[in-house]
């Protein structure tokens, strides 16, 4: 949400993460990247009136689609978002042989 209001407002987005973050592989099915946490980090318990008259939801991660981001750094330098279908080329091979692999194994 922080990243569409971003773009909402016009404010860039930068995404810093280490190459092995970058994965032409995504998890669409996988419900660990749709696990929730306890919200006690966000809105502390101690805070009990408001804590009473609001359902908070907190998950463990945060899928930020591409066309949100400005630019992505790394460890090798900042780069464009349509630039990281070169990166992962670079790092993993064609994407004809990432599908052949993925179903082979």
């Known amino acids: 949400m922080v ?3 971003a ?3 016009s404010t860039q987005v930068v995404v810093c993460a280490g190459p092995y973050k970058h994965s032409p592989w995504f998890p669409f099915n996988d419900d660990r990247f749709n696990a929730l946490v306890s919200p006690d980090a966000v809105l502390p318990y101690r805070e009990g009136d408001l804590v009473n008259n609001v359902d908070v939801i907190s998950p463990r991660y945060d899928y930020v689609p591409p066309e949100l981001v400005d630019i992505f750094v790394d460890s090798m330098g900042g780069h464009l978002p349509s630039y990281l279908y070169r990166l992962l080329q670079e790092n993993y091979g064609d994407a004809k042989d990432l599908a052949w692999n993925i ?3």
């Open 3 to 5: 990243a569409a209001a």
């Open 103 to 105: 179903y082979d194994s």
């Open 7 to 9: 773009h909402h407002h």
